[in-house]
């Protein structure tokens, strides 16, 4: 019951933003529910999720704008890129358990040390995204300062799991990402404020 009444008032928000938004909402919801059950069949479920959260630049400039540009593209495909770039690390906890239960993951498939190399080469595409979106934007040089920061962010969450050790993954996970979510954020709101 709870799903069927958060679904109608994700579904009445939508048509209050705009058309767009609200003929859109169904894919969205989709893939949100859709997520859950890709472990089931296919490795690449880190991409459904960041695809999944990926949504969320566009879905906002939508709902301003009701078209889209490259720049919120570019964002979200960084997001996507990043989203799975962490997941995949906060997946590699995980490689016994899905093994076991026949889940399907890119550590289950590839083992610690290449999935902590596909991280890595999703964060370093995140990167050039996020500056790709600066240009985009024709952003200031404290849009570029925060993107910087984000990348030593990202260095320093792989630099966490050196040596294939899972150890510090809750902090790369949860506080890492959550730093590089912040920085992003102030980027935004600080180019646009001055």
């Not at 296919?42 to 709902?63: C, D, R």
């Not at 996020?130 to 984000?150: D, N, Q, R």
Request: charged share 10%; aromatic share 14%.
């Amino acid at each position: 019951a709870l799903i069927i009444v958060s679904a109608a008032v994700f579904f009445a928000s939508a048509y209050e933003l705009n058309d767009v938004c609200f003929k859109l909402s169904p894919l969205a919801l989709f893939l949100l529910l859709f997520y859950s059950y890709t472990k089931r069949f296919t490795s690449l479920s880190h991409f459904v999720l960041g695809l999944t959260l990926a949504i969320a630049p566009s879905a906002g400039y939508l709902a301003v704008n009701t078209f889209l540009t490259a720049a919120p593209l570019v964002l979200s495909a960084s997001v996507m890129f990043w989203s799975a770039g962490f997941d995949i690390i906060y997946a590699c906890q995980d490689i016994d358990f899905d093994k076991k239960e026949k889940l399907c993951s890119i550590p289950a498939a590839a083992g610690l040390s290449k999935s902590l190399l596909w991280a890595r080469a999703l964060h370093l595409i995140t990167i050039a995204g996020f500056a790709a979106t600066g240009y985009l934007i024709g952003a200031k040089p404290v849009y570029y300062i925060f993107v910087a920061l984000c990348a030593a962010l990202l260095v320093y969450e792989h630099y966490l799991l050196k040596d294939g050790s899972l150890k510090n993954v809750n902090t790369a996970f949860f506080n890492v990402n959550g730093m590089v979510s912040a920085a992003m954020f102030l980027a935004a709101l600080i180019n646009y404020s001055i």
